[in-house]
Structure formats: C-alpha cells, structure tokens
C-alpha cells in the first residue's frame, strides 16, 4: 500500500447530489501535471498561482465535458502543504464522477477520510485541535456550534494550550537545573517559584475543564432523556422540542413502547433527545421490557426532564419517578421537573417535587410558546453565558477534555512531590503533564489516535 504521502489524491469536497457547483480537489507533488492532461487553457496550467481560471475539461479523446474554474495553489502556500489543484465545475454526479476519473487515470488516487487535511496536518498547518475544529464546523448544527469551531480552528485553543506548556516546561527547567547543578545556582526559580509556576499552570488547566461543560453542551450534545409515568406528554413535548410530529401521541397510557431518540437544537444547545416508555408496573411483556430500558436511559443520561401531569394526582407512580431522578441527580446528573397540562383543570399537588428540586417548569406542550420555557432553562443549567461571550479558549470534545484533566491531576501530583518527595518525583510527574499537553495539541501523538480523529472526517476534506 502506498504512503498517503507519496501518492497525489483527488476526491469531490461538495456534498454528493445534484447542484449549481461542485469542487474537486487534487493535491498532491503530481497535482498539476496530472490536471494538465486533461485541462485547457490559455495560459499554462499553474503559472498563475492563486489564480481562478476558465479551463476547457476534456476526456482521452479530446471532447470537452465541461468549463469550469480551475484555482491552482502552489506549495507550501495551500490548504495541505503541497501543490494543490481546485477544479469548480457544473455539479453533476456523472460529471463529477467522469472528471474524478481522469484524475485517477493520470495517476491520482482516491483521497481517505479526512486525508486533505491530514496532509494539512502532518505539514503543520494546523494543529490537531485545530484540524478537529474543522470537523466542528462541517459537523456544526447551531450557531453556537459554528460561533465555538470558528474560534478553536483559529487557533484560540492552541494558543492557551501552548501557555500552559510552556509554563510547566519552565518550571521543569528549574526543577531539573536545581538537582543537577546544586552548586551553579542555575534555577531560575527557587521553591516557592515552582509551587507559584505549577499553581499557575493548573489555574489555567482548570479554567479549560470548566469550559468543556458548556463546549460539550454546544458541540457534542448532552444525552437528554425525558421520562415519567405513562401519559404525561413526553412525546408531546419531544415534538414540541422536535419541530414535527416525531412520536405517536394518544390517550391511550403506555403508547410509547421503547426508547424514542432524536438530535434537537435547543437554543445554543444540542440535545441529543430520548424519550421513553412511562415508568409503572406493567403484566404486558413487550411494555415491560420498554419500562426496564427507560430505567437504563434515565441512569445514562446527563440531564432528565422528568415529566409530571399538573391535571392527575401525585400518586406512586410519581413518587417512583422522584426516587429513579433523585439517585440520578446525587451522581451527578441536571434534572428539570416540568408540570405539564397546565391548560387543564390542576389537581397535582407539587409539595413532594418542590422538597427535593429547585429546577421546576410549569408548562403546555400542546402551546408552542412553552419550547421557549424549556430551551431557557435547559440553556441556563448547562451553557456559561461569560464563556460563550467571551474570547476565550473552549474545550469541545471529549479527547481534549480527558487530556486536560489528566494534565491537570499530574501538575497536583507534582505539588504533593514537591513538598512530600522531593523535586525529582515532581519534575517527572510535570514531564508526564508536558507529554498530555503534546498529544493534546499533537506534538507527541499516537499514530491510533490521528488515524481515528482523521476517520471522523467525510471524503475530500
């Protein structure tokens, strides 16, 4: 198998399907004498880099299949690195397939997930949280999402972790200079320099734990189950949430069988919505079985909207959904009670739900107007309005998070090091944090993880 950095690669980088314009790409050390072959123009191909120009595309017997702008960019001054060829033409799937096919003829191979940017990559262009920024942005299905993957690929979260690399690296300087030439007075920081550089280091480290909250919430979505006893108006609200009729709504109690799952946008949020069988003792086997799957999904999930009919009386049932939620919230998870059927004569008496929760909504889901009392509150619980309007670096995905806390609990360790075992305990437990920070941006990185960051991507990006 060839080096995907010795061969020229060429894929379609607009989506499939029929439209206006569709883009090809070719890069590669061959990309422009590849195009040349089956590209004409008047002036010669690549002699005006950055350059958009009209170009004849033509097949092996020299019949034209399209005109179309050709933008040629030269190395290292293009997206990969390397001599790279744009072709924009009509976006025709037969055409698109017809010229992809030229390409591969002359010598180019198909392009991998993800490979254009790989490439990008590899050549230093970008860096890895940056390159998963990239994925943010085609993958973005809020504002916020965009708002938040536009600023981390322009290096936001880069720059503030290349600080922090660099302050820990300094103190590990001192560390190491101190024990090696005790006599030389080659430290640039005594003791209290080095608790001061660490606690620094961790102060920014935390800061970007506490922004994953908000960037996962905006980014990757919260596992949100809704859930209560049969006949509540889960579905109800799950299309209210959904925009469309996304569930079966009846009268009849334990319509819902089993776990119902949808991606909603809820304001700067995303949802990542399920909603399940009502919770109640039921003899009907098929019923049960979505009854146990609920239980499994309320244990799952980041944050529960419990849902209580305002028109019946608290009953066990109830009381049962307020034991599962409560064990949930002690283990760490947000729950939202919402009174629902508010439009209809009240008879729930909400003493018990308010003894235990202080997030209550009451609401209609059969008025539009209560999507907006849900979206608010769930934007209140788990976005951080002064991150999101801030210009600060924000923590989106679960890899960089996991990085970030172990880095941080390493720079702890060398505190304790430092005043329980000695600087030398402490500087390796401070290298072993610069080595999170490098996979974390890429600069030490496993070969296993690139390959799955770079799968996540679609083919011609």
């Known amino acids: 198998m060839e080096s995907m950095f010795s061969s020229t690669i060429a894929a379609v980088s607009t989506p499939r399907g029929k439209g206006g314009v569709a883009v090809i790409r070719i890069s590669g050390d061959d990309a422009i004498s590849i195009c040349s072959k089956f590209l004409v123009s008047k002036s010669e191909l690549g002699s005006e880099p950055r350059k958009a120009i009209l170009c004849k595309i033509v097949n092996e017997e020299k019949e034209v299949l399209d005109e179309g702008l050709v933008t040629v960019f030269k190395a290292p001054h293009s997206y990969t690195g390397e001599d790279t060829v744009e072709i924009s033409c009509h976006g025709s799937e037969i055409l ?6 030229l390409a591969f003829r002359f010598g180019a191979i198909q392009a991998g997930p993800g490979e254009f940017t790989r490439r990008a990559f590899s050549a230093g262009k970008l860096s ?7 994925i943010g942005m085609i993958d973005a299905t809020s504002k916020m999402a965009l708002k938040l993957s536009r600023k981390n690929l322009d290096g936001k979260l880069s720059q503030e972790i290349e600080k922090v690399y660099q302050k820990v690296r300094s103190v590990v300087g001192s560390v190491y200079a101190g024990i090696d030439f005790p006599d030389e007075d080659l430290a640039t920081l005594d003791e209290y320099g080095m608790y001061d550089g660490i606690e620094e280091a961790k102060s920014m ?16 979505g919260i596992s949100t189950v809704l859930c209560g006893k049969p006949n509540t108006g889960k579905s109800t609200i799950l299309n209210l949430l959904y925009g469309d009729q996304r569930a079966i709504v009846t009268d009849i109690a334990g319509t819902t069988r089993d776990v119902i799952s949808e991606t909603v946008v809820c304001g700067d949020v995303t949802l990542n919505l399920h909603d399940t069988a009502g919770i109640r003792e039921s003899s009907d086997s098929i019923e049960k079985i979505g009854v146990d799957r609920s239980f499994d999904e309320v244990r799952k999930s980041e944050l529960i909207l419990a849902v209580f009919d305002s028109s019946r009386d608290f009953d066990d049932e109830d009381r049962e959904v307020l034991e599962l939620i409560s064990e949930c919230e002690q283990n760490g998870a947000c729950v939202v009670c919402v009174i629902n059927k508010t439009d209809l004569a009240q008879k729930l008496n909400i003493n018990e739900i308010e003894d235990k929760f202080k997030n209550i909504v009451k609401i209609s889901a059969n008025d539009d107007k209560s999507k907006y009392v849900l979206v608010d509150i769930i934007n209140k619980l788990v976005v951080d309005g002064e991150i999101i309007d801030s210009n600060d670096a924000v923590v989106t995905n679960a890899r960089q998070y996991a990085s970030i806390c172990r880095a941080y609990d390493l720079c702890n360790s060398a505190i304790v090091a430092l005043k329980e075992l000695g600087p030398d305990i402490a500087g390796s437990e401070l290298e072993r944090a610069m080595v999170e920070l490098s996979q974390l941006d890429g600069r030490e990185v496993g070969i296993d993880i690139v390959n ?4 996540k991507f679609c083919v011609g990006k």
């Open 452 to 455: 799955d960051i770079f799968h």
């Open 128 to 134: 890895l949280t940056e390159a998963e920024s990239v």
């Open 205 to 220: 480290l935390d800061g970007l734990k506490k922004s994953y909250k908000t960037g996962h919430a905006v980014c990757e």
């Open 96 to 101: 698109c397939r017809e010229i992809l096919e």
